[in-house]
């Protein structure tokens, strides 16, 4: 699947606590590297679930490729794919690099193409061994170079390479659009810049990237949440507000 175009206007969403991100609008073109800016808590990482159809928005609209939100979200998630994502696409420490690239190939191949299960076993081991090592190549991750190669744990892999790992299992789906979360959490400078040059590789091939990070670099799209984090703030503070007043 080649990159999708991804547009919003007037895009949030609203939580038992008040605005987890509000009046979001972006418009970027298919293979365009969009990064998502903000301080931890402003919501950057519900928007990026909202625009992979992870979460529903709660006002304005979006679109990934032909894809509306916030009402087509199974179509939008059969075009998206996250990584590195706490709580959604985290790794098991104890599996080996090669059995979580295994794993998902698999699981590509009984959930994406259904058509493929009806061609010959060879030929279906082969398809999942060109998406497994195309996908290892557009994340940089050489296996030959890690401690004990594919029997590698992931629990051995240094930050940046887990993160490697996390993308490459994204892109075996070859989606239109991959998000990726915490792009640049505990990662020094130069592994920041290692990171953004990684995914701007990514959307020159064609996919359109969406990352999360705390700082975007400059030749990125950049989208802030840092208005709604300031909003909500204000929401929170006006509620105890209230809530004094009402006990005085």
Do not use: N, Y
């Not at 365009?32 to 992979?52: M, N």
């Amino acid at each position: 699947m080649g990159g999708v175009a991804v547009t919003a206007e007037g895009f949030g969403l609203k939580g038992p606590r008040g605005w987890a991100f509000r009046e979001v609008s972006v418009e970027a073109e298919p293979g365009s590297l969009i990064a998502v800016e903000g301080p931890s808590g402003s919501g950057r990482t519900c928007l990026l679930l909202a625009l992979t159809g992870r979460m529903k928005a709660t006002e304005g609209t979006a679109a990934v490729g032909e894809a509306r939100l916030p009402k087509q979200l199974a179509a939008v998630r059969r075009a998206t794919a996250l990584a590195h994502v706490a709580g959604v696409t985290d790794l098991d420490p104890a599996l080996t690099v090669g059995e979580h690239l295994r794993e998902r190939a698999l699981l590509q191949r009984r959930f994406g193409d259904l058509r493929g299960l009806l061609r010959p076993r060879a030929e279906r081991v082969a398809e999942a061994k060109l998406r497994i090592d195309t996908a290892l190549a557009a994340a940089g991750l050489d296996r030959e170079a890690l401690p004990k190669g594919s029997r590698t744990a992931v629990r051995d892999l240094e930050r940046l390479e887990a993160l490697r790992l996390s993308i490459a299992l994204a892109l075996i789906g070859r989606p239109g659009l991959l998000g990726v979360d915490d792009t640049d959490l505990k990662l020094s400078g130069a592994e920041r810049a290692e990171v953004w040059a990684l995914l701007k590789s990514i959307a020159e091939a064609g996919t359109t990237v969406v990352a999360v990070c705390s700082e975007a670099p400059e030749d990125a799209l950049t989208v802030s949440t840092r208005m709604s984090a300031q909003e909500s703030t204000q929401e929170k503070e006006k509620a105890d507000a209230l809530a004094e007043t009402g006990r005085a």
